[in-house]
């Protein structure tokens, strides 16, 4: 069965502190690796992640994927009381694509 | 470009009832996920409906029953209401055809308690 585990589990922090976020899996012939924001109800979308050690990147948030090692970390810089939220990391196999498996998520406070 | 919406919001049942929640994907997807999303965990996974067929299934009893529409929309049917089915449902959307499947697109979800 697949599994998603999230470390850690909340994280407060300062506004302008950088943050790394971890997510380490296990999944039957791996696809992709996605990354999503929760804030109060609806996920939202932040990267997808195929092949090892390509970063993607997005303003003040990137990513980086080890398939070698089963992780993925997402970090933020200069962080804003915005970037509060719910991460959510889930994983899809190739037999299954869009049933992704969700970790419980790091819920991140950030503190003006 | 309207997002992916559900309907109801927030809903209330008592125990042994029955269900219905409503989602219309995002314009141009043709695949729809429903998930459940228990107070401090992250969602799982239901079931996904793709051409008005159940593709992909998983861990929840037969309790739990769906149904995709030619315009894609789907709904979401449970029977027999326990309390431990309070949480907040989930629907996302992607766009198989085009071989976008992994990327989903989620509405803000209907809250169901169960009394």
Known sequence: EDKVVQSPLSLVVHEGDTVTLNCSYEVTNFRSLLWYK??????TFLFMLT??????KSGRLSSILDKKELFSILNITATQTGDSAVYLCAVDSLAN?????FGDGTTLTVKP | DAGVTQSPTHLIKTRGQQVTLRCSPKSGHDTVSWYQQALGQGPQFIFQYYEEEERQRGN?????SGHQFPNYSSELNVNALLLGDSALYLCASSDWTSGGADIQY?????????L
Do not use: M, N, Y
């Not at chain 1, 694509?97 to 498996?101: D, H, V």
């Open chain 1, 51 to 56: 092949s090892s050690g390509i970063e993607k």
């Open chain 2, 60 to 64: 929840f009893p037969d309790r739990f």
């Open chain 2, 106 to 114: 989620f509405g803000a979800g209907t809250r169901l308690s169960v």
């Open chain 1, 97 to 101: 694509a869009g049933k992704s498996t």
């Open chain 1, 38 to 43: 929760q804030e109060k109800k609806a996920p």
